[in-house]
């Protein structure tokens, strides 16, 4: 009789604990979104996670040499060929005069200037298919050499679609 009751007395504080622990809960909520891009006329990174993010161009040290940044874009427009520039001379600085590491940009292969007319990047026959292109971002060895110091700049590219017999 008392192996009985022990019996009973252990699934009674099985059961009674086992209720506390199923009733446990954990939840969480996150945002979602999402930007559907215009068909006619887009121009977007593949990785879109990245475009808002300071790059890193990392140091090697064997070569004493910076990488470069490559990241693909999705271009399309359907009338015409799309056109870029840069906004302004792209380059890295540490706040020291003749330090400044000057950054050389190419978009689907073509390098881009800071001039006010911007270059056709992109053809009509290849806009209107869609595309998949690449954006290059790579520093140029100072002639005096890379100098100690941390550097910062901006990368500023302006798009467009070329007006249409231009």
């Known amino acids: 009789m008392i192996k009985q009751c022990a019996v009973v007395a252990l699934t009674a504080m099985t059961v009674m604990m086992g209720s506390v622990t199923w009733a446990a809960r ?16 887009y121009i977007v990174p593949t990785e879109p996670d990245w475009i808002h993010r300071p790059q890193r161009l990392n140091w090697d ?26 906004d302004s001379l792209p380059y890295l600085s540490n706040g020291r005069p003749g330090e400044d590491i000057v950054l050389r940009v ?3 292969g073509v390098e881009l200037k800071s001039d006010l007319l911007p270059q056709e990047v992109v053809t009509q026959a290849e806009a209107a298919a869609g595309k998949r292109v690449l954006l290059e971002i790579e520093p140029v060895k100072p002639a005096s050499g890379y100098r100690p110091g941390d550097y910062s700049g901006n990368v500023m590219l302006l798009f467009n679609a070329k007006a249409p017999g231009a």
């Open 26 to 41: 954990e939840e969480h909520t996150f945002e979602v979104s999402l930007t559907i891009p215009n068909r006619s006329f």
């Open 61 to 86: 040290y064997p070569t004493s040499t910076l990488s470069s940044v490559r990241k693909n874009f999705d271009v399309r427009h359907d009338t015409s060929a799309i056109e870029a520039r840069l």
């Open 106 to 108: 190419r978009f689907n």
